[in-house]
């Protein structure tokens, strides 16, 4: 992998090489949402925890490996996203950062849409590799968590039913 060249070559010499950036493109997991609750100003809220979120044990996880070399992470993960609306959003939260490396997971949204919505997942997921392609970034597709099967006995507004 690429990066982790750049990573060790900075690793080696930091003074020498220039700093090394991954960029995750997601939804909510990616955001950082860990669990949802009735909101005040919105019906469903989310409880966020940046520093539990996946990318954030990494960069720790390659802070250990590489300590002369920190993984600059860029977190363009937004609740709700589907790969329609992160293809969309490529041009203003993902080019401007020029990610050596770009994590996108992406799925638990599109899926609402069944299996009408698979084409249409399929199409955008394949539109932001060749975007990301074309502009010499390293890609990783990461396959999205599990949805819930049921909703839990504690919740009990409607609105989160």
Do not use: W
Request: hydrophobic share 40%; charged share 20%; glycine share 8%.
């Amino acid at each position: 992998m690429k990066i982790r060249d750049l990573l060790e070559r900075k690793n080696l010499n930091y003074k020498a090489y220039a700093q090394v950036s991954a960029l995750f493109l997601g939804d909510s997991i990616t955001h950082g949402a860990f669990e949802v609750f009735k909101g005040e100003h919105y019906a469903i809220d989310q409880f966020y925890d940046h520093d539990a979120v996946y990318h954030n044990r990494l960069r720790r996880q390659l802070a250990e490996v590489f300590p002369n070399a920190p993984l600059n992470v860029v977190n363009a993960g937004i609740s709700g996203s589907n790969a329609a609306y992160a293809l969309e959003r490529l041009d203003r939260d993902v080019f401007p950062f020029s990610p050596d490396l770009a994590v996108v997971c992406l799925g638990l949204n599109d899926a609402v849409a069944g299996m009408d919505g698979i084409g249409a997942y399929s199409d955008a997921l394949g539109s932001i590799f060749q975007k990301l392609n074309d502009r010499g970034t390293e890609t990783i597709f990461m396959t999205p968590n599990m949805m819930n099967t049921y909703v839990s006995g504690q919740i009990t507004e409607d609105v989160l039913l």
